[in-house]
């Protein structure tokens, strides 16, 4: 069983946004750091955004900063990323990552978004 499911990927015009989940299963959601990824074809997967266990603090790539929200809700066991005023170059594959010093980590099988007109 996939522990992380993310959802909400899509096509979107430039200008426009989506709304990415990632649904935690099997494990304790509280406990884990989460963080988005992302990887475009013929480049390497890079962290877009981060968001620590209890929710207190964030952190975004560059590029994204200002256009992208990380928020989770763990009585949901979800993670979430708004992404507005997306550009061509956001398109990629969309992948969510828990983290535990304790536990490991784990990766979701990604979403797919793509900006264009």
């Not at 959601?29 to 390497?44: D, L, N, V």
């Not at 256009?67 to 956001?90: C, G, H, W």
Request: charged content about 15%.
């Amino acid at each position: 069983q996939v522990p992380l499911v993310e959802s909400g990927g899509g096509l979107v015009q430039p200008g426009g946004s989506l709304r990415l989940s990632c649904a935690a299963s099997g494990l304790t959601f509280s406990r884990y750091a989460m963080s988005w990824y992302r990887q475009a074809p013929g480049k390497e997967r890079e962290l877009v955004a981060a968001i620590t266990s209890a929710g207190s603090s964030t952190n975004y790539a560059d590029s994204v900063k200002g256009r992208f929200t990380i928020s989770r809700d763990n009585a949901k066991n979800t993670v979430y990323l708004q992404m507005n005023s997306l550009k061509p170059e956001d398109t990629a594959v969309y992948y969510c990552k828990a983290e535990s010093i304790y536990k490991g980590s784990y990766w979701g099988q990604g979403t797919q978004v793509t900006v264009s007109s």
